[in-house]
């Protein structure tokens, strides 16, 4: 039977902390949590669990998930954020495919479901929910690319999927939409050359809007819908808008 290492990054993540880490617990055969300098109540809940708690100064998200996998002592880890909570099935699941770890390069998928402002939606861009992400692999062959947003781990011949429902609970408030919708543009027009254009600005925010919208049925959630719309549209927008305020020339 193999054993899991499970990384888990925080920095002021009290709301959902105790809930996060009671599930990870229950599948951890180490836990490691890297923190970037938390100023709520994280590392007291923290605390409260057999885990290793480090502090490191944020720089990507992929360099914080990498350098906590350099401190596992298990080849096999789990790669997760302070806003997602497995459920039992998930729980169970992992448990269970402790006995089958095998081959270093196959990797495991999640079943995410995204919950915006409390409530489950379709689509919050750039995914649709459910989404499936790779968060179980053998850190010998997988590790988290450079990627300024939305890293991903890279390395891997296959996947499978791990039966159950972990819910995101991302976007809690209006506050934390636009302030991540700030942040996000912001770090990926720092990393990412994008094209400098104001006309591309106002057209591709409408685009947006139209398909996270409509096409991907965010109508469905009423008004949460209609912010999972204009999350898309602004953010859009604002990764062309700020290349071209930015743009020297």
């Known amino acids: 039977m193999e054993k899991i290492t499970v990384c888990v990054l925080t920095f002021n993540s009290d709301r959902l902390l105790e809930a996060c880490l009671s599930a990870l617990s229950q599948v951890a055969d180490e836990m490691i949590v890297v923190d970037s300098g ?3 109540k994280s590392l007291e809940i923290i605390k409260n669990f057999d885990c290793q708690c480090v502090y490191r100064r944020y720089s990507t998200h992929a360099e914080q998930m990498n350098f906590a996998i350099s401190l596992a002592n298990h080849s096999w880890v789990l790669c997760m954020d302070s806003d997602e909570i497995l459920d039992a099935e998930t729980i169970h699941s992992i448990n269970a495919l402790k006995n089958d770890l095998a081959d270093p390069s196959q990797a495991y998928r999640l079943q995410r479901h995204w919950y915006v402002l409390g409530e489950e939606v379709h689509a919050i861009y750039p995914v649709s929910s459910p ?19 939305d890293d991903k781990p890279i390395g891997f011949s296959s996947t499978k999927k791990i039966a159950g429902h972990v819910r995101h609970d991302t976007f809690y408030s209006i506050h934390e939409v636009f302030q991540k919708l700030n942040t996000y543009t912001t770090r990926l027009v720092s990393y990412k050359k994008i094209e400098p254009s104001l006309v591309r600005a106002f057209f591709s925010s409408t685009a947006a809007f139209v398909k996270w919208y409509f096409l991907k049925k965010s109508w469905r959630n009423g008004k949460v819908g209609f912010v999972a719309g204009i999350y898309a549209g602004a953010y859009s927008f604002l990764k062309y808008f700020k290349a071209w305020y930015l743009n020297k020339n």
């Open 131 to 149: 989404d499936y992400p790779v968060r179980l692999f053998n850190k010998s062959m997988v590790s988290f690319n450079d990627a300024p947003v």
């Open 38 to 40: 938390s100023t709520d």
